[in-house]
């Protein structure tokens, strides 16, 4: 695979970028090496960039785990952890990227079941003439079994980090509800704030606790399938959905196929290279779950801190407007896990050192924070999900600000009266359309009903 060049593909990303303010999925975010390897796997496999390029971010931080913090603020400390779900028609490529990111951890994990099976049975055949033997834990990165004590125990003895990885995320939380869902989900939400997680055994009374938790998900859930996907975890309600980095392609098709750019050497290439990226970032030594604490350089500070005082200055302009308060509450964990990510990759691919994290690191982070917040803003409004009560305080006070037959004008102005920016309003205007609450007369006219 050649480097130093950017093919058309990678330049049409990058002008899509510039014109359309970091919407589009931001290519220029990622290493050279890693946009070369992007490209490639597009070109050869067809394998879609937003999901191909968000997948290799996840791998990064299940390769990282608890090998490297982040010392965002004061004594605030954050491990890369990200709960990722690709959303698409059946049949438009979400698996394939998973796969080809998370090829060398499964690698991995194959040589440690090995050498798990290997130590197993030389336990077996010693533990009655050596009683004080222990019997070998299982260290494995990919959660095969996600009930709540399996994921808690393999945790334990994977104290590096673990990561739930599944073609289809649609069932997470119906298996889990085998078992005790409202555990399970209360788990994967200390977890992603950092929370310690102790779980009590009924078999033995004893407790297993992770001081350090750090779980990556990832996975596919097919459009149609994403409301009830969110229900099932109740995820509205417990604030699992503003956790979530939703990875919602627009106008995507299935890709035809094309024997004449089809090259299995470049291909098998391009993922050995993207393998050797992930292995370097396995190497890095974490001693259980203690791993380097990394500062912010000074320039990166200055940037992230401007970014995280407009978010607040956002949130305040929006006091009692639930959705904005909860979500933009999350962003800045979420921007700081990507700068993390990203200048662990620059290292992994020689463009930087890992002795700070930098403003690029930082820059490219907020950029990927515009892109997954647009997914998910255009996913709510697509499938009618609203993530605020049609009948909640400020909806209704809102509502009381309009007259019976109204305009998008009028309503824009009532929202700004209310400091209710315009995305929100008329995301609630589509939804008390739907919740009948008015009717759509015609192109920007409305009535109350």
């Not at 991995?108 to 197993?120: F, G, N, T």
């Not at 291909?267 to 791993?291: I, Q």
């Not at 200055?302 to 999350?330: P, V």
Request: aromatic content about 8%; some cysteine; glycine content about 6%.
């Amino acid at each position: 695979m050649k480097e130093g060049r950017d093919s058309d593909f990678i330049k049409e990303f990058k002008a899509e970028v510039e014109r359309d303010q970091g919407v589009r999925f931001p290519i220029q975010a990622f290493p050279e090496k890693i946009r070369a390897i992007i490209s490639d796997l597009h070109k050869q496999d067809g394998m879609v960039v937003e999901y191909l390029g968000s997948a290799i971010l996840s791998a990064t931080a299940t390769a990282i785990g608890n090998a490297l913090w982040l010392r965002v603020r004061g004594s605030r400390k954050i491990n890369p952890a990200f709960y990722m779900v690709f959303v698409s028609d059946p049949g438009t490529g979400k698996s394939q990227p998973i796969d080809a990111a998370y090829r060398a951890i499964y690698e991995r994990d194959s040589q440690q079941s090995m050498k798990h099976m290997a130590e197993l049975r030389a336990y077996n055949h010693n533990k009655k003439d050596d009683p004080s033997l222990e019997k070998p834990k299982v260290v494995q990165t990919i959660v095969a079994d996600i009930t709540p004590e399996a994921l808690i125990r393999l945790h334990a003895d994977t104290p590096r980090g673990v990561a739930i990885v599944m073609d289809e995320l649609s069932d997470l939380f119906v298996i889990a509800s085998r078992y005790n869902a409202s555990t399970f989900v209360t788990h994967l939400l200390s977890a992603w704030s950092g929370t310690p997680l102790r779980y009590m055994r009924v078999s033995s009374d004893s407790q297993i606790v992770i001081e350090r938790p750090c779980i990556n998900i990832i996975g596919g859930v097919q459009t149609a399938r994403f409301q009830s996907f969110v229900q099932s975890g109740n995820c509205l309600e417990n604030g699992m959905l503003d956790r979530m980095t939703l990875v919602y392609p627009k106008n995507l098709k299935v890709q035809r196929w094309n024997e004449f750019e089809d090259d299995s050497v470049a291909s098998e290439c391009a993922l050995a290279d993207l393998a050797k990226v992930v292995k370097k970032l396995l190497s890095l030594k974490c001693n259980g779950d203690k791993g380097v604490v990394l500062q912010l350089t000074d320039e990166a500070k200055s940037c992230l801190f401007e970014w995280q005082n407009s978010i607040i200055d956002a949130i305040n302009d929006s006091a009692g407007e639930e959705e904005a308060e909860s979500r933009n509450n999350k962003l800045v964990i979420q921007v700081s896990r990507f700068a993390l990510a990203l200048q662990a990759l620059f290292w992994a691919t020689g463009e930087e050192g890992l002795e700070k994290v930098g403003i690029k690191a930082v820059e490219t982070a907020i950029a990927l924070n515009a892109y997954y917040q647009d997914c998910y803003h255009r996913l709510i409004e697509d499938i009618g999900l609203d993530s605020v009560p049609v009948c909640s305080a400020r909806k209704i006070e809102f509502l009381g600000q309009l007259p019976v037959d109204f305009t998008t004008a009028q309503a824009i102005a009532a929202g700004n009266r209310m400091k209710i920016n315009e995305r929100t309003m008329k995301r609630w205007l589509s939804g008390f359309v739907r919740a009948r609450v008015i009717e759509k007369i015609e192109h920007g006219k409305y009535r109350k009903r």
